[in-house]
């Protein structure tokens, strides 16, 4: 089996078991901007209950009016609040480079706009990605800590560091955000379901063909 079709395999086991997850949950792409940020080093329900506080009235327009001090109130419940209230600001302030306008966005190159978010105060790799593939479709594959986990357990020889399992992503699966959205969700809910730190293998859609590298025997059940 090549990689691409190895990936591909992973990919239709996990959607054949999961559907189509449709994330991210946002109303709009600035939510998916502030949420991004927010979710750093913290669970979601911590985020949905931040995002609850700003009573439906988060806009990039509300944010840059208001005092980081205020903001980091609001936000209290994501954790880390002082300094995630300067990074929803940062974001926000280069958001205005293209007046608040996500078509603006979309019009320009992939690589300048990344290159643009990981410039911003906060922002790293995994949260570059997020906004760009969730607030703007771009087509680029965002890693996280269950991607690694799965790579190392199936495994994927995807190489270590964020840029090179990013780029093994991209380089065998079709350039499509449609299929990088859905991917990355389905690895995030397997992982919550079966391939937790101490896996639950018995019933995992990839159990079939995974090799469980470095999952001991106690872990199988
Ligand atoms: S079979 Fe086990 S180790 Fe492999 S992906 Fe599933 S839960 Fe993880």
């Keep these: 089996m090549t990689a691409d079709e190895k990936l591909i395999a992973i990919y239709e086991s996990l959607l054949a078991c999961y559907g189509e997850l449709h994330w991210w949950p946002a109303k709009t792409p600035f939510e998916v901007i502030v ?83 990981l410039a911003t105060k906060g922002v790293g790799h995994e949260t570059a990605d997020s906004i760009l593939l969730y607030a703007f479709g771009f087509p680029t594959f965002v890693v996280d800590a269950y991607t690694v986990r799965l790579c190392g357990r199936y495994p994927i020889a995807a190489g270590k560091g964020y840029e090179a399992i990013k780029a093994y992503f991209e380089e065998h699966l079709p350039p499509s955000a449609e299929i990088y959205n859905d991917f990355h969700a389905l690895i995030v809910a397997n992982a919550k379901r079966h391939c937790r730190k101490k896996p639950i293998c018995i019933g995992c859609p990839l159990e079939p063909r995974c090799e469980k590298v470095g999952v001991g025997s106690t872990d199988l059940s």
Excluded: C, H
């Design 35 to 117: 949420g991004a940020v927010l979710t750093q080093n913290t669970a979601w329900g911590n985020v949905e209950k931040a995002l609850a506080n700003f009573n439906g009235d988060l806009s990039p327009e509300m944010i840059a009016k208001t005092e980081t001090t205020e903001l980091a109130e609001i936000i209290r419940p994501a954790g880390f609040f002082n300094q995630k209230a300067i990074y929803v600001k940062a974001v926000t302030e280069w958001f205005s480079r293209y007046g608040y306008d996500v078509s603006a966005v979309r019009k320009e190159p992939l690589r300048k706009i990344r290159t643009e978010l």
